[in-house]
């Protein structure tokens, strides 16, 4: 600890010398005192800046704090002291990997008391995700051709049975989709996403009429929530459009009573809101895992349904 001089960390009152509480820290307090005359020049001296004085300082006391005969004891320094009222976190409880070293947090939080060369955590400018969803839908009423009636099949008027098929509106599940997201931070609390969806499982029979899209693509807007480097679970919430479709998967019969899989086609066009978590294994910006909950509605093909995916999330660059 560096020396501390009597013009800027301490100051004299009746015959003694008193330190600020800010400027005392364990594990000591080095200090010298310079005693001026009437003009302004240095007379006297305890201790100089090459051979403070030094005092131990203990984190836990074990008997009643010193102090000068018929007067209380110093005040200790509080997180008031330490943080910014502007924060909204004096007075709170002591926040590690914030890099201060709070009067308590020496056997809290050694972290922030203990130097050392690692680069502090800060908060990334970019972010990026992957991983896998499964979701519901709400399928529409409709009439659509068997698709394994095989080609040439129809439901025009007197098509055979087995070749038409009534779906009747109702939930249905949307099969498994690989999912990768990414956006930039504007603010802290802001960001600027992108999200691709595609689908593993979806209708590929050649038989098939119409344009069925495994894929989706969406923009957000994201806004954040406890979004530092002192907390370990991130929250965002997100709106957005996109384009593209998704295809809920129908178990139904044919007219003649036969089992059939259906997919719906739906959109192309989407409006989606959702929110989800990014919880750290380290330090906060870095390696996360991500769950996101999606809810949309595709049009002009009516669809509305929902969408959870889990995965892990990786934070990049800097301020």
């Not at 209380?72 to 330490?82: N, V």
């Not at 050649?206 to 495994?214: E, N, Q, T």
């Not at 530092?228 to 459009?241: E, K, Q, T, Y």
Request: net charge negative.
């Amino acid at each position: 600890m560096g020396a501390m001089s009597t013009t800027t960390s301490l100051s004299t009152v009746s015959g003694y010398v008193r330190a600020n509480c800010m400027a005392v820290f364990p594990p000591r307090v080095a200090y010298y005192i310079v005693v001026l005359d009437p003009a302004g020049q240095p007379f006297s001296y305890a201790g100089s800046p090459t051979e403070p004085i030094v005092v131990p300082v203990v984190t836990t006391r074990t008997r009643e704090p010193p102090h000068l005969p018929g007067r209380p004891p110093p005040r200790s320094c509080g997180r008031c002291d330490l943080l910014d009222h502007a924060e909204g976190r004096c007075g709170g409880p002591s926040v590690c990997r914030d890099q201060i070293c709070g009067w308590d947090e020496h056997t809290s939080c050694p972290a922030d008391c203990t130097p050392s060369s690692r680069t502090p955590p800060v908060l990334p400018s970019l972010w990026i995700a992957a991983g896998v969803g499964v979701g519901a839908a709400v399928a529409r009423d409709e009439t659509v051709v068997n698709p394994d009636a095989g080609a040439g099949a129809s439901c025009a008027d007197g098509a055979p049975a087995e070749e038409c098929v009534d779906v009747t509106a109702g939930t249905a599940l949307v099969p498994p989709a690989a999912h990768l997201a990414g956006g930039y931070f504007v603010k802290d609390w802001l960001s600027v996403d992108a999200a691709l969806r595609w689908a593993i499982v979806a209708e590929d029979r050649s038989s098939v009429d119409g344009d069925f899209l495994r894929w989706e693509i969406e923009a957000h807007l994201g806004l954040w929530s406890r979004r530092s480097v002192s907390s370990d679970l991130w929250f965002h919430f997100f709106a957005g459009l996109g384009y593209g479709s998704i295809q809920p998967e129908i178990a139904a019969e044919a007219r003649d009573g036969s089992q059939v899989t259906i997919f719906e086609t739906s959109g192309p066009a989407s409006a989606s809101v959702g929110g989800g978590i990014l919880w750290h294994l380290g330090d906060p910006g870095g390696l996360a895992l991500v769950a996101e909950y999606d809810a949309y509605y595709f049009f002009p093909a009516t669809l509305p349904g929902i969408e959870l995916w889990v995965g892990a999330a990786y934070g990049l660059g800097g301020p």
